[in-house]
């Protein structure tokens, strides 16, 4: 957990450095993108992040610890912990959409635990009529699993942006928020959906071949 006081449910403490997404200062530009905040930079932008009752980062929290049936407060704290030590923040990205970006990652985590934890029980405890899968009916499952996961690499293939959207849009980012968070402008989000929209196209093709060949 982080150590760390907080008043009104803003962390505060005494850090020089100017917060990298400040009114003050302007966001890097799209060229600069890729850069990443400094861990003292990271560090001076969570000063100013509000975890206050009903701030946007205390409804994440509870909405992403809702679905992995976790605390709300040790997702938060455990997801500025990360961002402090081991997670890496794009340049232009705000810090409180960074952290929702990890408390998403870590209730992911928790989900994938838990339900291979239970697919493992029930392969154990299976009785009656829910039978498991057939061999041939297990081949093509993983098969049609993994034809899903390379479509969508195939999707954002050379395109770390599209990458980005694909992960703002899955978290229910929208608009300017969705723009930020993938570190471009909402003009260049507009080119990078048609993008997306015309190699899922292809991808959903090749998955149709997929199923009429089976």
Not at 4 to 27: D, F, L, Q, Y
Not at 95 to 112: D, K, N, T, V, Y
Not at 168 to 193: M, S, Y
Request: proline content about 5%; aromatic content about 4%; overall charge neutral.
């Amino acid at each position: 957990m982080v150590k760390s006081s907080a008043i009104n449910g803003t962390i505060h403490n005494n850090a020089k450095a100017p917060c990298p997404n400040s009114v003050g200062g302007a966001h890097t530009p799209i060229a600069n993108a890729s850069a990443s905040l400094t861990r003292p930079q990271i560090r001076a932008a969570l000063t100013k992040i509000d975890i206050g009752p009903g701030s946007r980062l205390k409804k994440c929290a509870g909405y992403r610890a809702f679905t992995a049936d976790i605390c709300a407060d040790d997702l938060l704290q455990e997801a500025i912990l990360r961002a402090m030590t081991s997670r890496r923040c794009p340049a232009g990205l705000a810090i409180e959409h960074f952290l929702m970006g990890i408390m998403r990652s870590i209730a992911s985590e928790i989900i994938a635990k838990r339900e291979r934890a239970t697919e493992a029980l029930l392969g154990l405890c299976q009785e009656g009529p829910a039978a498991p899968l057939s061999p041939d009916e297990g081949i093509a499952f993983t098969e049609r699993a993994e034809a899903c996961r390379q479509s969508l690499d195939e999707i954002v293939e050379g395109s770390p942006v599209a990458e980005g959207v694909l992960d703002g849009i899955d978290q229910g980012l929208c608009g300017k928020a969705l723009a930020q968070f993938a570190g471009i402008d909402q003009a260049k989000l507009a080119t990078v959906r048609k993008f997306i929209v015309r190699r899922s196209a292809i991808a959903w093709i090749k998955l149709e071949k997929l199923d009429e060949a089976a």
